[in-house]
């Protein structure tokens, strides 16, 4: 069953997972089924690798594709500029300085980053430069203080 929450995206993040999709359900689906094809062709499936090997590779292509479809399909797009309120938003570049004093930069996106509904992107939500955030993961809270947003 399909996750029915919404999925707060920036428009160039949408139009990335529609692109990957454009490529996994044209090209990368024709190549797959070449492969079944070929393989298919040198005879007894019961232990032919290539066979099973194609075969898996398209359970994972249909996989993907039916998740990136699940995620556009809940997407809603968020036309705020991040860096416009002066708070982390979605699409957001976050630079952060953890208690040690390492600093790391992270984008808040469920598009290839820090998804918003992780610990560290729920707690950086909202904050602007200079605030401390704190951030309760599974191995332990930490806190965080962010120094530049972009």
Not at 10 to 34: D, F, I
Not at 59 to 78: A, C, F, K, N, Q
Not at 125 to 135: F, T, W, Y
Request: glycine share 8%; net charge negative; hydrophobic share 35%.
């Amino acid at each position: 069953m399909p996750n029915e929450k919404q999925e707060p995206m920036t428009p160039a993040q949408k139009r990335q997972l529609e692109s990957e999709l454009a490529q996994l359900e044209g090209p990368r689906r024709t190549e797959v089924v070449q492969a079944i094809a070929t393989a298919r062709a040198f005879g007894d499936l019961s232990e032919n690798f290539e066979y099973h090997a194609a075969k898996n590779e398209q359970g994972l292509l249909e996989h993907r594709i039916r998740t990136i479809r699940d995620r556009l399909d809940r997407s809603v797009v968020v036309e705020q500029e991040p860096s416009a309120s002066g708070e982390v938003g979605i699409g957001s570049t976050v630079e952060v300085e953890d208690e040690r004093g390492d600093r790391m930069t992270v984008e808040i996106s469920s598009v290839g980053g820090v998804s918003p509904d992780s610990p560290l992107g729920r707690s950086l939500l909202g904050a602007k430069p200079g605030d401390e955030v704190k951030v309760d993961a599974p191995r332990g809270s930490w806190r965080a203080r962010v120094i530049a947003i972009s």
